[in-house]
C-alpha cells in the first residue's frame, strides 16, 4: 500500500463528514427555514450543476484511483454504485454545457437507486447476510471480491458505502433545492 493512502483516506473522510454536514444543513433549511428569501438556498440552487459536476468528478476519479491505481478490487455492490454514479457525471456535464435542466429528474432517479444500493452494501459491511451474489470470505471464492471487506475504515463509521451513499444523498437534496427553490420564483 501507498505511504500516502492514510492521508488521503483521512482527507476523503474528513470531506464526507463536511459533505454529511452540508446535507443536514440544507435539510434543516428546505424543512423549517422555508421561505423565498432563504439566501443559504438560493445559493445553493445557483451552484446546484457545478456542486454535482465537481461531487460526481471527484467520486469518478477517486474510485478509478482507488481501484486502478491503488489496487483495491471493487466488489459486485461496488460496481452496481459506480453504474449509478458515472452517468451523473456525464449528466451534469450536459447540463453545464448546454444548460438543459431536464437532467434533474433522470439524476435524482440514478442518485436514489445508488443509495439504495449503498445502504444494502453498508448492511453487508457491518455483518448482515447476502442473499445478493457478493461473495463470501470462503477460499473457494478467489476470484471475487467480498462485499464484506472495508478498505477504508475512518472515524469509527467512514468506508467507501458511506462514501458513496453521501454522496447520493448530497445530489438527491441539491437536487430537490434546486426543485424547491425553482417552483417559488
Not at 488521503?8 to 463536511?18: A, E, P, Q
Not at 435539510?27 to 443559504?40: P, T
Not at 469518478?60 to 481501484?67: E, G, I, R, V
Request: proline residues 3%; contains cysteine; glycine residues 6%.
Amino acid at each position: 500500500m501507498p505511504a500516502y493512502l492514510d492521508t488521503v483516506n483521512k482527507i476523503l473522510s474528513l470531506g464526507t463528514i463536511f459533505l454529511q454536514i452540508f446535507i443536514l444543513v440544507t435539510l434543516v433549511n428546505l424543512i423549517f427555514f422555508r421561505k423565498r428569501n432563504n439566501q443559504f438556498l438560493i445559493i445553493v440552487k445557483d451552484y446546484t450543476f457545478i456542486l454535482g459536476f465537481l461531487a460526481a468528478l471527484g467520486a469518478f476519479a477517486l474510485s478509478l484511483f482507488y481501484s486502478q491505481i491503488v489496487g483495491f478490487p471493487p466488489c459486485e455492490l461496488c460496481w452496481i454504485q459506480r453504474i449509478f454514479l458515472y452517468p451523473q457525471l456525464i449528466l451534469f456535464g450536459m447540463e453545464l454545457y448546454k444548460k438543459d435542466r431536464s437532467i434533474v429528474d433522470f439524476s435524482i432517479v440514478f442518485a436514489t437507486i445508488g443509495s439504495i444500493v449503498s445502504i444494502y452494501h453498508i448492511y453487508i459491511e457491518n455483518g448482515g447476510s447476502s442473499s445478493l451474489g457478493c461473495a463470501a470470505l470462503t477460499p473457494a471464492n478467489t476470484n471475487q471480491v467480498s462485499c464484506a471487506i472495508r478498505y477504508i475504515y475512518e472515524f469509527g463509521y467512514i468506508t467507501m458505502p458511506v462514501m458513496a451513499l453521501t454522496l447520493s444523498l448530497f445530489i438527491i437534496t441539491i437536487l430537490m433545492n434546486y426543485k424547491f427553490i425553482s417552483r417559488m420564483k
